[in-house]
């Protein structure tokens, strides 16, 4: 069973800067498409960016030109650096990963970081 494992969550102030990181436990295929998602108190579970199997990025708007996602294909490990934090960017940022190589079929989950802006 497949666990992917997230760090990196803490209190900052508004304006600083996180970068979160994710690991699969087990194994997952590198080619499969890999990303971040969100869920604040009360709100939807939101993707904030990805990295599909061909190394194409996405981010929603809230996260473009803030946030970047990469990934250490040696590790199959996730990264999500996040800079000029803002308030509403507090939520529970969890890292999944898709079967296949485009995020579509998103079937791992972690179990989250906290993130909280003050």
């Known amino acids: 069973h497949v666990q992917l494992v997230e760090s990196g969550g803490e209190s900052v102030q508004a304006g600083g800067s996180l970068r979160l990181s994710c690991a699969p436990s087990g194994y997952i295929d590198s080619r499969y498409c890999m990303g971040w998602f969100r869920q604040a108190p009360g709100q939807e579970r939101e993707e904030v960016a990805s990295?599909?199997?061909?190394?194409?990025?996405t981010y929603a708007d809230a996260a473009k030109g803030r946030f970047s996602i990469s990934k250490d294909n040696a590790q199959n490990t996730i990264y999500l650096q996040m800079n000029d934090l803002k308030p509403e960017d507090t939520a529970m940022y969890i890292c999944?990963?898709?079967?296949?190589?485009?995020?579509?079929?998103?079937?791992?989950w972690g179990q989250g970081t906290q993130v909280t802006v003050s």
């Open positions: 999944a990963a898709a079967r296949g190589a485009s995020c579509t079929r998103w079937t791992y």
């Open positions: 990295i599909g199997g061909a190394g194409s990025r």
